[in-house]
């Protein structure tokens, strides 16, 4: 069994800034890419950010120079988040691509979310 968990989140102010991580455990042979999608309130859920195994990433629009997505080691993501705005609130989930063995095929595992509130 593969399991995401996400940390990092909480209440900051606008401009300031937070660090989400993503810790992969269980029975994992290779990530190939992970990922950031977010929740807001009434909202679906849409895409943050994204880094393949190679190291290359994007972003979305609204979160481009503000946002930087990373990896460490084989099962750990980080979302460092900058500039902080209020339209930043949301939900924060996890998303990998992960094999179990040599010879099966990638899955998608979400984690269970991470709540991030930017607010004076």
């Known amino acids: 069994q593969v399991q995401l968990v996400e940390s990092g989140g909480g209440l900051v102010q606008p401009g300031g800034s937070l660090r989400l991580s993503c810790a992969a455990s269980?029975?994992?042979?290779?990530?190939?890419?992970m990922a950031w999608y977010r929740q807001a309130a009434g909202k679906e859920r849409e895409f943050v950010a994204h880094?393949?195994?190679?190291?290359?990433h994007n972003y979305a629009d609204s979160v481009k120079g503000r946002f930087a997505i990373s990896r460490d080691g084989a099962k750990n993501g980080y979302l460092q988040m900058n500039s902080l705005k209020p339209e930043d609130t949301a939900v924060y989930y996890c998303n990998a691509q992960i094999r179990s063995n040599s010879n099966g095929p990638y899955l998608s595992y979400w984690g269970q979310g991470t709540q991030v509130t930017v607010s004076s």
């Open positions: 269980g029975s994992i042979f290779s990530i190939n890419a």
């Open positions: 880094i393949i195994s190679g190291g290359s």
